[in-house]
């Protein structure tokens, strides 16, 4: 089993900046993928970042050059620093991770088993 809980979300105006953060507990290893996946009003949730097995960040087209996904093995923690937020980044916002060996990008959330409670990020313009 994994615990994950999500902390940092709130509400900004549009070029503001966030920073997430996911505390885990449980069954974790630096093998493991992990990643923050957003879900907005009426949308399916998609994938934002991910950092696999290796430590390998890769990101969605519509966040690459504006987030940054950061892993901590030590501190079991993930944290996903926003940029130049825009009003569309608005959603809820959820760290997953599936707890096998992943040593590439796995983008879809099915493929995660476990998820936190998430956290609200608001942005207005």
């Known amino acids: 089993q994994v615990q994950l809980a999500e902390s940092g979300g709130g509400s900004v105006q549009a070029g503001g900046s966030l920073r997430l953060s996911c505390a885990a507990s449980?069954?974790?290893?630096?093998?493991?993928?992990m990643g923050w996946f957003r879900q907005a009003p009426g949308k399916e949730r998609e994938w934002v970042a991910i950092?696999?097995?290796?430590?390998?960040?890769t990101y969605a087209e519509s966040v690459k050059g504006r987030f940054t996904i950061s892993r901590d093995n030590a501190k079991n923690t993930l944290d996903l620093q926003m940029a130049s937020l825009k009003p569309e980044d608005t959603a809820m916002y959820y760290c997953?991770?599936?707890?096998?060996?992943?040593?590439?990008?796995?983008?879809?959330?099915?493929?995660?088993?476990?998820w936190g409670q998430g956290t609200q990020v608001t942005v207005s313009s």
């Open positions: 997953a991770t599936r707890a096998v060996v992943c040593f590439y990008a796995r983008t879809d959330a099915t493929d995660y088993g476990y």
């Open positions: 449980g069954y974790t290893h630096s093998t493991h993928c």
């Open positions: 950092v696999d097995g290796t430590s390998s960040p």
